[in-house]
């Protein structure tokens, strides 16, 4: 692998279709919150088919530190919880890493606790806001600042020494991390915890705790959590679904190219996210999905997608909340398919991990293809990408999978730099793709499709 001060680099040779079985990591967003609940929970819980990435790594670590005893044994997790109140103090400042889920989750938890903690990231997770949870969790009566500035961590929480207010917030953004972080915060409040409006984005967590009895309730714009008896809930046992935001990037460059077909077992089907699958297989797609139960109220299943011709897309509103992380996947695939997209209400995404609209706009426009930035959102005209680039994802791994599937839909050598952070949510990716990439024939010398680490 060739290192530079760009970070790791890919090489990608197109083009290529997709055809054969994907079995995606576990789900890092219900991974996440699992382990919360197991920690919080009275007993020993299992947890099945954690994802390996470095984002995960970060939450098991804060929860060693924070006192709870977690031990693994091949694909389980055996997670000893300590109830609401056993945390304990860590001695040092608990380190997120790139994990905005891990900061803002575990703020909810420590606001109300009776210690001080310290919550630190990396460079790219120090410019991420935290304001959109510090603010409601002081109206709530935790002590927590942000030690940043205009509201960034690192984060400084917990010394809290009474109980949590009720409280009635309206979301400026819907977001899943800031109402879990306050529905978190809820488990300690003296009184219903009320939040508008109610959830259009994944409902990972509200899904959990109604499974584990907590009283949470649904009624028109608003999601109500009630007061958790003392003693809190029992150890539980899960399998984490695979997760379809990484599964996302194969399922619409199999959709946008014609020959492939793809199945994608295990997979999630949280109906938070089943919306970015409802919209791929409404434009244009092949793709049907058959359920298989669930699993501490996670659906799961396999679904099949195969390549056909996708029409036209405008993403606004709801549908944007809903497939706010599978947007770089859906840029790439009507990208490749060279068919419009139009994408609005899209904010959230200049604050990612990177500025998302300006790099996919980047993207797009380095293989070729047009596309042009939004206040809050962007379009990508109706024209395939026509060489092959050199693309720089800047640390983001949504970035830098999308530019794979772009590279993948492009004849030639595509050199995909800044693909390290790909580690951190997905480290199989390379080698998943792999097995599933057949060449594109357009003759007797054409090359093999290729996705490589440049060594």
Same mark, same amino acid.
């Given at each position: ?44 819980? /299992? ?10 790594? =970060? ?11 977690? /031990? ?59 304001? =959109? ?34 409280? /009635? ?250 693909? /390290? ?35």
């Amino acid at each position: 692998m060739e290192r530079d001060a760009a970070g790791e680099r890919w090489v990608v040779r197109g083009p290529a279709r997709l055809e054969g079985v994907l079995r995606p990591p576990g789900d890092k967003s219900i991974a996440h919150r699992a382990l919360l609940l197991a920690a919080l929970a009275r007993g020993r819980s /299992e947890l099945r088919n954690l994802p390996a990435g470095d984002d995960v790594r =970060r939450t098991i670590a804060a929860l060693a530190a924070l006192g709870v005893r977690i /031990e693994r044994s091949g694909d389980t997790h055996r997670v000893h919880g300590v109830g609401l109140h056993g945390f304990r103090p860590p001695r040092d400042p608990l380190d997120c890493g790139n994990s905005g889920t891990t900061m803002r989750l575990l703020a909810g938890l420590l606001a109300p606790q009776p210690f001080e903690t310290l919550l630190v990231g990396d460079a790219s997770l120090t410019l991420r806001p935290m304001s =959109r949870i510090v603010e409601p969790l002081a109206a709530m009566g935790a002590r927590i600042a942000c030690l940043g500035p205009r509201g960034r961590p690192p984060l400084r929480l917990g010394g809290t020494t009474t109980t949590l207010r009720a409280i /009635e917030h309206r979301l400026a953004v819907d977001s899943a991390q800031v109402r879990s972080a306050l529905l978190f915060a809820g488990l300690y409040a003296a009184g219903p915890t009320c939040l508008q409006p109610a959830s259009a984005s994944r409902d990972h967590t509200e899904r959990m705790l109604h499974a584990l009895g907590v009283q949470i309730t649904r009624a028109g714009e608003r999601t109500v959590l009630y007061p958790t008896r003392p003693e809190g809930w029992s150890a539980f046992a899960i399998d984490i679904p695979g997760d379809l935001s990484s599964a996302a990037f194969h399922v619409a460059f199999a959709a946008a190219t014609p020959g492939s077909d793809l199945r994608v077992e295990g997979v999630g089907l949280n109906p938070g996210r089943g919306r970015y699958l409802a919209l791929v297989a409404e434009h244009g797609a092949a793709l049907r999905t058959v359920g298989a139960g669930d699993s501490l109220g996670e659906p799961r299943g396999t679904l099949r997608v195969v390549g056909g011709r996708l029409r036209p897309l405008h993403l606004a509103g709801r549908d944007t909340v809903q497939c706010i992380d599978e947007i770089p996947a859906l840029a790439a695939a009507w990208a490749v398919a060279g068919v419009p997209l139009r994408v609005r209400d899209a904010g959230e995404l200049r604050v990612k991990e990177s500025d998302r609209i300006a790099k996919l706009v980047e993207l797009v426009t380095s293989f070729g293809g047009v596309a042009r930035a939004q206040p809050r959102g962007f379009d990508v005209a109706g024209s395939k990408p026509s060489r092959p680039a050199r693309f720089d994802a800047a640390g983001d791994h949504r970035l830098a999978m999308a530019a794979a599937m772009l590279a993948l839909g492009t004849e030639g050598a595509s050199h995909l730099l800044g693909t /390290e952070c790909v580690r951190t949510s997905y480290p199989e990716f390379v080698a998943d793709l792999a097995r599933i990439l057949r060449p594109v024939r357009k003759g007797p010398s054409h090359p093999r499709p290729a996705v490589r680490k440049r060594a």
